[in-house]
């Protein structure tokens, strides 16, 4: 049984017309749906390759802390059995002629876990120049040592502003035995 329809050549046309036009409408709507999945993983893929730049980054800083821990270890491992930060501060003051400046030596241990102590000296060193200071400093620093100036105070005298107070802290660290 088929069914026959009698439309004027007018309706005909229009009547293809519409088909015609929303076979377009499907057509443009499939394809924008895909587009639009096609921008979406676009935003996705941008936004996961920003994420492994991080990733890589945070490797990197996460191998050069390594390094410096490896480093930091073979030190310590490397420095001497007998060796006292106390006597090296007090050997490098009378180097330096400021011996006579330091006021007091306050020496700590502090245990920082099962394997290591921190070793702090504090000092307190009276009438330094700055260029005294400086080069105290950067001896202990570049001693070839594993030492730290951890915490570092300086004020200016009142009587003779060319001369400073400090109250110097200087750390190493022990490999407990």
Known sequence: MALK???SQRDQRVLIGAG???????????VDSVLQGYDKLEGKIATKRIEVEKITHLRE?????HKQLADIKAKLDQMEK???LLS???????????????GSVKPKKIPL???????IVELM????????????IFKIENSGHLLKVKRLRIKTRYDNRDLLNVTLQVTTYKRKT
Do not use: C, H, P, W
């Open 113 to 119: 876990n099962d394997s290591y102590d921190e070793s």
């Open 20 to 30: 015609t036009f929303l076979v377009l409408i499907v057509l443009y709507l499939g």
């Open 88 to 102: 090296f501060i007090e050997d490098l003051a009378n180097k330096e002629n400021i011996r006579e400046n330091i």
């Open 61 to 65: 800083q996460y191998m050069e802390a």
């Open 82 to 84: 007998g060796f006292s």
């Open 5 to 7: 329809i009698n439309l």
């Open 125 to 136: 060193i009276d009438n330094v120049s700055l260029s005294e200071l400086v080069d105290f």
